[in-house]
Structure formats: structure tokens, C-alpha cells
């Protein structure tokens, strides 16, 4: 049988952190499980609080569960914290978890039993719904320069149709699709893929390294989305409402297209 692990990173905000490990600990029960919450030096001391449920059996494990706690002592960003728990990982499959995320069945192992009779897929995510059950219309083709304009700035009509393109609006999404974009929200790869690219490029502080890393993913194998499987995302959009969010997001997007090659 598989084995799965999953990590959810954590600056700040720990309740909502302990709601997604809650969530994903009642699920998932089919295969055994090792999940890392990995604190990323927050400020308001979730580390501390991480800790603490661990400790007094808030957050508790079931059978072939186990809760691993990584407190770094910088904020090393998004892939830097996903990264700290590569050399420890002994899985089959890894999934990366927001700590807005929340399950609502065992979609871990429903997506590991998906990859184990599809052996030329390599990474692969579900679908994902606001809380209030919409669905999340989120990025399946390589960056676009002029989507992602669109994206921040969607009054700029003229512009839709890149959108469009970058979001496969005229696919039939209703069934397993081959996609070039994976969402970090909530994403799962084979684990000795994972480690063979490396994880994360570093360089990426925030924004676009899960674009990044499904392009190394992409030469390893296919990677699908896989609607039939679904979960939560409370999707806090900070690019959107803070300047300096946004500014780091425009330092990542040249990141990969010097990397990747520059789309329209």
C-alpha cells in the first residue's frame, strides 16, 4: 500500500493552520500518514502554538498517523519552508497543503490511489471551491505575462482572451486533464520525483514557484488536474491588497520567465 506525507507551511496564523492538519488527519485514513507543519519563525509565535497542540493532544494522530513539528529558525519563504522536510521524506506520494485548505473526504489517498493506476503521471491536483462551494478558476497553462495582468487587473477587457487561454476556458474540464500549471494551494507529487528535481527552487521567496516547480515536475512526467476530487481553499489573495505582496509577486514572475522563456 502507499505511503503519504503532506506539509503545510506556516507564517502567522496558526489556527487556521491547525484547522487544515485537523481536517486532513480525520480524512485521511486509508494509507499511512506523516504530516509536517513547518513554522516559518512567524512573529506571533504559532510556532508556539503548533507546538502546544501537540503537546497537550489538541492535534492528535490516529492510527499509522504521525504529526512532525519543523520550527525554522528565519523565514526561509514559501518553497524554502515546503523544502525544509526533503531529506526526511520516506513516502510514496507528497502533498503540499496551504494552510487554507480543508478537506472534506480522504482525497489524499483517493488522489494516491489516481497515480498508482496512472504511472506516467508525476504530479497532479484537485479541484478546489471558495467555502461558500464556488469554484476556484485557477491557472493550468504555463505563465502568461499578459493573463497574469489580467488577473490583478481584470477591468482591461481587451485582454481576456490570454486569460482565457491561461485558465483552459474552452476544455472540458469535467474529467482528469493534462495541465502545465499545479497550484501550490494544494498540490501532490511522487515523492522520489519531488526529491529528484530537488523540491523547490529557492530563489522564489513567494509567488510563482509552483509554477516553477511543475515545469521541472513536466519533465519528468505528466501532470494532470483531477477534478473528480475536490477540497477547500479559503484562497487569501494578498498580491491583490498589498503593494509590497504585489512587488514580490512582479520580482517572481521575472524570476521564471528568465528561467522558462517569456509568454504573452
Not at 56 to 73: A, D, H, Y
Not at 109 to 124: I, K, T, Y
Not at 161 to 179: C, G, N, Q, W
Not at 181 to 186: I, V, Y
Request: a negative charge; glycine letters at 6%.
Amino acid at each position: 500500500m502507499p505511503t503519504l506525507s503532506a506539509t503545510i507551511v506556516v507564517y502567522n496564523g496558526a489556527e487556521e493552520a491547525l484547522a487544515a492538519a485537523a481536517s486532513v488527519l480525520r480524512y485521511t485514513q486509508k494509507y499511512a500518514l506523516t504530516l509536517y507543519l513547518v513554522d516559518n519563525a512567524s512573529p506571533d509565535h504559532s510556532g508556539d502554538t503548533l507546538q502546544a497542540a501537540l503537546t497537550n493532544g489538541r492535534l492528535s494522530c490516529g492510527e499509522n498517523q504521525e504529526v512532525r513539528l519543523i520550527r525554522s529558525p528565519k523565514n526561509k519563504g514559501f518553497g524554502g519552508g515546503h523544502n525544509l522536510v526533503l531529506n526526511e521524506l520516506t513516502s510514496d506520494y507528497h502533498f503540499i497543503l496551504n494552510p487554507d485548505i480543508l478537506v472534506e473526504s480522504d482525497v489524499l489517498s483517493d488522489m494516491a490511489d489516481w497515480m498508482e493506476q496512472n504511472p506516467q503521471a508525476v504530479m497532479a491536483r484537485p479541484s478546489l471551491k471558495f467555502p461558500d462551494g464556488r469554484e476556484q478558476i485557477l491557472p493550468l497553462k504555463k505563465c502568461s505575462a499578459l493573463a497574469l495582468i489580467y488577473r490583478q487587473l481584470p477591468y482591461l477587457g481587451f485582454l481576456k482572451h490570454f486569460h482565457d487561454r491561461y485558465v483552459m476556458a474552452d476544455a472540458d474540464l469535467s474529467k482528469p486533464t493534462e495541465i502545465e500549471f499545479c497550484t501550490g494551494s494544494f498540490s501532490m507529487l511522487r515523492t522520489d520525483v519531488m526529491k529528484k528535481i530537488g523540491g523547490f527552487d529557492e530563489g522564489y521567496f513567494m509567488y510563482v514557484e509552483d509554477a516553477d516547480l511543475t515545469q521541472k515536475a513536466w519533465q519528468e512526467g505528466k501532470v494532470y488536474l483531477l477534478p473528480q476530487f475536490t477540497a477547500i481553499h479559503a484562497w487569501h489573495r494578498a498580491p491583490h491588497t498589498d503593494c509590497a505582496h504585489f512587488k514580490m509577486q512582479t520580482k517572481s514572475m521575472l524570476r521564471y520567465f528568465s528561467k522558462w522563456g517569456f509568454r504573452f
